[in-house]
């Protein structure tokens, strides 16, 4: 029964050394030409002779350690409240868990400068919470490093959430369901057999996560405002600089772009190698 | 279809990219109509077409009345704005944007352009602006004056040095020999007076004519070094222009009585002659 079936498949398969049909071969030409060449553009028109020194201003470094730094807290806070909501989304039996995911899941396809808006409008010295807190407090968020992180997770939390929900997902809940036979508490399974078991997926997570916060623009600027030192991050700064020094510009873009092609090393087992 | 034993991968990445730069082209050649340029019979030209208007974000609420005034004179010319901080313009028309008119909110702005080559003729100073102090509505941060600007207690706002507004305030600054002590630098006028509007910011300085269209939601309050920074708004027609006669029409329109009016009404200093 089965060998006619493979002989039609084997027939119907493309002629030519590639295996692609010309009819896919084409638009994927396209798309691939369209995705690599800016780039290949920055490669070509970058100021390599003067790469270092243009790299090396005391405003490249602030701005690079601030985006290092902010992002990386921006992670910091997303695991530890991010893989929690996972756990939620993922395993918990509460009423209207498809409208949570929803609603979280948001900030993933929102344009990042309304989420900007959206964060002024809740958290700013007019805002929904930040009124009150400023009054009480005389503490405000807009125009600090704190701004930046906040307008970061906002932004990038997401990505977490749903990587981490993904491998709850797909782990293997017998060993779990082992752990709490054996004795263990809720608490002492999530740490001791969950957490391990879905290591690879928080990680891949954090790592999307963490390139998505040091890419954060339209969120920050907006929120945040712009000022070197405090909230001015690399990705305000290639903007600035192409108004003023465009080789700058591009200099501190190929920084930005080898950071993403570091991330998508990290995350290769889990994207790359997919098949 | 294809010769036999020929690979095809070259073939067909050679084909796609062809085809990616035909719908590229079309789309560049599609993004305007066309404009059309006939001789009337009162000897006047009639117009037609798209105007598309780099102007200063200062100038963002009077343009768009004059555009609608512009249109409503002429049915078949469509105006089109892109409204950013003057050096975001100039870079981009310097970069090969395909603009008709460039307003302006600075000469040495307007100066990129014309040294870029992209100036058909000298360009004409129509409006003149200058700085005011902005708070918002009921004033929380007891300002005053420019000395206020210095306390770091104070969330303030400025222009970013490289537009044009920025380039004023540090000439202002100067003239009054303080160091401010801003929390934010945005990247133009209008982001800073949203940002006073929403009353994120104590102080700001943005133009006078600012002040004006953001109505009851701040409070401008004057002060002496303004008149040490005056900024002239040049206009100019662009030599690569899709379409010069619509474009030559807006411009004079600006500078027409009825184009004048609206622009003093906004605030704008009509410079003399």
């Keep these: 029964m089965n060998a006619p079936v493979s002989v039609r498949q084997s027939r119907s398969q493309p002629d030519g050394a590639t295996g692609v049909p010309a009819i896919l071969l084409i638009p994927a030409s396209i798309a691939v030409a369209f995705l690599v060449l800016p780039l290949a553009a920055l490669l070509v028109r970058a100021p390599w002779s003067t790469l270092g020194s243009l790299l090396s201003t005391p405003e490249v470094r602030d701005a690079l350690r601030l985006s290092v730094v902010s992002a990386s807290l921006a992670t910091l806070i997303s695991l530890v409240v991010g893989v929690p909501l996972a756990w939620v989304l993922a395993r918990s039996q509460i009423r209207g868990r498809g409208v949570l995911r929803a609603l979280v899941t948001v900030p993933l396809v929102l344009p990042p400068v309304v989420g900007g808006v959206a964060l002024l409008l809740a958290l700013g010295r007019r805002g929904v919470l930040g009124e009150p807190l400023y009054s009480a407090t005389g503490v405000s968020f807009p125009f600090t490093t704190t701004a930046v992180v906040l307008a970061q997770t906002f932004v990038a939390m997401p990505f977490l959430i749903i990587s981490v929900e993904g491998s709850l997902r797909a782990a293997d809940r017998r060993y779990e369901d082992a752990a709490a036979t054996l004795g263990a508490g809720r608490a002492m399974t999530f740490r001791r057999v969950t957490l391990p078991l879905i290591a690879p997926g928080v990680a891949a997570g954090a790592v999307l996560c963490w390139a998505r916060a040091l890419g954060e623009f339209g969120a920050t600027i907006t929120f945040a405002g712009n000022f070197p030192g405090t909230t001015r991050t690399m990705t305000l700064q290639v903007y600035l600089a192409l108004e003023t020094d465009p080789d700058a510009a591009i200099a501190l873009s190929l920084v930005l772009l080898a950071v993403s092609i570091l991330t998508l090393g990290l995350l290769r087992d889990r994207w790359l190698m997919r098949t | ?273």
């Design chain 2, 1 to 273: 279809m294809r010769p036999p034993g020929r690979p095809p991968a070259l073939q067909s990445v050679v084909l796609g990219l062809l085809g990616l730069f035909g719908v590229l082209g079309l789309l560049g050649c599609g993004a305007s109509d066309p404009p059309t340029t006939e001789a009337g019979t009162a000897g006047e030209e009639r117009i037609s077409g798209t105007v598309t208007v780099f102007a200063a974000a200062s100038l963002t609420d009077v343009f768009t009345v004059l555009g609608d005034r512009f249109e409503a004179e002429h049915q078949d010319v469509t105006v089109v704005f892109n409204f950013a901080a003057s050096s975001t313009l100039a870079q981009q028309i310097t970069q090969g944007a395909p603009v008709d008119v460039f307003a302006s909110a600075s000469a040495a702005t307007m100066q990129t352009v014309v040294d870029a080559g992209l100036i058909v003729a000298e360009p004409e100073v129509f409006v003149q602006n200058t700085l005011q102090i902005v708070v918002p509505a009921g004033n929380p941060g007891a300002v005053t004056g420019l000395e206020d600007f210095t306390n770091p207690d104070l969330i303030i706002a400025l222009c970013s040095a490289e537009v044009p507004c920025g380039a004023a305030a540090v000439r202002v600054f100067e003239a009054g020999g303080l160091t401010p002590q801003p929390d934010t630098l945005e990247q133009d006028v209008r982001a800073v007076l949203t940002k006073v509007e929403l009353g994120e910011v104590d102080a700001a300085l943005v133009y006078r004519t600012d002040v004006l269209a953001a109505g009851e939601a701040v409070e401008g309050i004057d002060f002496s070094q303004s008149s040490e920074a005056v900024n002239d708004y040049p206009i100019a027609l662009l030599a690569g222009s899709p379409n010069p006669g619509a474009a030559a029409a807006l411009v004079e329109f600006t500078a027409s009585p009825a184009g004048l009016d609206v622009l003093a009404a906004a605030g704008f200093q009509i410079p003399e002659g």
